[in-house]
């Protein structure tokens, strides 16, 4: 009987980003306007179409630095690196026949470049940039005509990158749209939208995501496909029983993406949650039995932190979810540390970042242990990683916070590998500072790499190694022992 020790050989280290959060060059080579461009500074979750600034038209301008920032990548040894393929530059409204052929030649340099710096390459197909078009035109993922132009997309992804792209990820952090996130994840208008809506917009992700499987199983047999979840570690605030019941229906709103993604059918308590809610899935025999032959490959999940959830929270969210405006009503204190509304009680046993978000790297191995117990698959971790406000002085960041951070994460990565868990990557969002989703800020840097550009979009774009670029690139370099 063999026990792994450690960090497998050939464990995939790299770094994760976005599309809509660097590339910029938003309206280049035939380019349309995606969800993400028409989210203004400081606004989350709603358009604005008359903004002055919009932080993602030119992000840092990865479109005409691609070269320069994947060989940084390159010289701190990723073994893997994640990214999403912008859709609106492929197909601009969503709606054409035809590719635009001059968005698929920048992902073939790109891809090139990847390749000749040592990388395998993991593309999220759906990262929060839908076509604005098909957001204006359809509502979004509403409406069940998004599965065939998801499709078509994927189709010819898949043709294109067979052979190249060895991992695809199908939507990321599918299930947000539940979380308020509606537009990003689904085009859908969040002042009208309904739990319905989201719902019925997720049921169509997941056809669309199985379809995704069969698709790029049948065009290029090698390939792995995953599901992106968002994963929070769920504490009950006290002893009380009560409050543990909470944490387990809590889970099961995140566990509902991942248990239809892997098991391949919607789990009882979906159903008597949607009855509880009035909520009437339209679905097809054929929708359903798409869903249980095409399972994703591995499990990918998204971790930044822990919550905290009580019985006072659930009467919250009931009420949040009966109320047609989504203001919470009421006492929204335990809310806990969420990544929404920012509002709530924290964890006393835990320190917090600037931006409020609770610093536990024993929540990752919680999390690690608690999805490989449910699902006992391949486990990638597509997100981590710690953003904050920073500057440079003498030509670097000496960011030790972030390297400590990073520490104590491998080391709970470390722990769950040894006790049999088969994660086979680590990707640290953000290794060169991006966009924030949340905010749009610049200013909150997640990078190994600092980039010249304020929250106004000012800066000349130029390139810098913090000094965790050297450490991480040590620690890929020992496998996850020189820590
Ligand atoms: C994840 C998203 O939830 O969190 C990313 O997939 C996002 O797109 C990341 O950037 C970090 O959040 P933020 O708001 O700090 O950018």
């Not at 539940?178 to 689904?186: G, L, P, V």
């Not at 009380?240 to 993406?257: A, C, H, I, M, N």
């Not at 920012?342 to 790297?361: A, C, H, I, M, R």
Request: hydrophobic share 35%; charged share 25%.
């Amino acid at each position: 009987i063999k026990v792994q020790e450690t960090f497998p050989e050939g464990f995939l280290w790299g770094g994760a980003t976005a599309a809509n959060q660097y590339e910029g060059a938003y309206n280049e080579d035939g380019k349309l306007p995606s969800v993400a461009d028409v989210q203004p500074h400081g606004v989350f979750g709603y358009p604005d179409r008359s903004a002055k600034y919009y932080p993602t038209h030119k992000g840092i301008d990865f479109y005409h630095h691609y070269k320069e920032d994947i060989a940084e990548f390159g010289a701190m040894g990723f073994k893997v690196y994640r990214t999403s393929v912008a859709w609106s530059r492929i197909f601009p409204t969503g709606e054409e026949d035809q590719p635009n052929e001059k968005g698929l030649e920048f992902y073939d340099k790109m891809f090139k470049e990847l390749k000749d710096n040592g990388m395998e390459i993991m593309i999220t197909i759906s990262h929060y940039e839908m076509p604005l078009h098909l957001a204006d035109k359809y509502g979004g993922w509403k409406d069940r005509k998004m599965i065939e132009f998801f499709d078509k997309f994927v189709t010819v992804m898949a043709k294109r990158w067979k052979g190249i792209v060895k991992y695809w990820l199908t939507f990321n952090e599918i299930g947000n749209n539940i979380h308020k996130m509606e537009w990003m994840t689904a085009g859908i208008d969040p002042t009208t939208s309904t739990l319905q809506d989201n719902y019925q917009a997720s049921h169509h992700q997941f056809v669309a995501s199985s379809m995704a499987v069969k698709t790029i199983h049948e065009i290029d047999p090698d390939a792995k496909v995953g599901s992106v979840i968002e994963y929070k570690t769920i504490y009950p605030m006290s002893c009380d029983p009560k409050d543990s019941l909470v944490v387990t229906t809590e889970k099961q709103r995140g566990y509902f993406f991942s248990d239809v993604q892997i098991r391949g059918e919607y789990p009882g308590y979906a159903w008597e949650y949607f009855k509880d809610n009035d909520i009437e899935i339209e679905y097809t025999d054929e929708d359903m039995e798409l869903i249980k032959n095409y399972p994703v490959d591995f499990l990918s999940f998204t971790y930044y932190r822990s919550r905290i959830a009580s019985k006072d929270y659930l009467e919250s969210v009931q009420k949040e979810t009966n109320s047609s405006d989504k203001e919470v009503e009421g006492d929204t204190s335990y809310r806990g540390d969420d990544n929404i509304l920012n509002t709530g009680k924290t964890n006393p046993y835990l320190e917090l970042t600037p931006s409020g978000w609770s610093v536990d790297p024993d929540g990752l191995y919680l999390a690690l242990e608690d999805l490989y117990g449910r699902y006992q698959v391949p486990i990638f971790i597509a997100e981590n990683g710690l953003g904050v406000k920073e500057e440079l002085i003498d030509g670097t960041v000496n960011d030790t916070y972030r390297m400590e951070f990073l520490r104590d994460h491998i080391i709970s990565m470390k722990k769950a590998i040894r006790n049999g868990v088969d994660l086979f990557g680590y990707a640290w969002w953000g290794p060169i500072d991006i966009v924030s989703n949340g905010s749009g800020q610049m200013s909150k840097r997640y990078g190994f790499i600092y980039v010249d550009r304020n929250d106004a979009g000012e800066g000349t774009l130029k390139r810098y190694r913090k000094k965790s670029f050297y450490w991480y690139k040590k620690v890929i370099a020992s496998n996850g022992e020189d820590l």
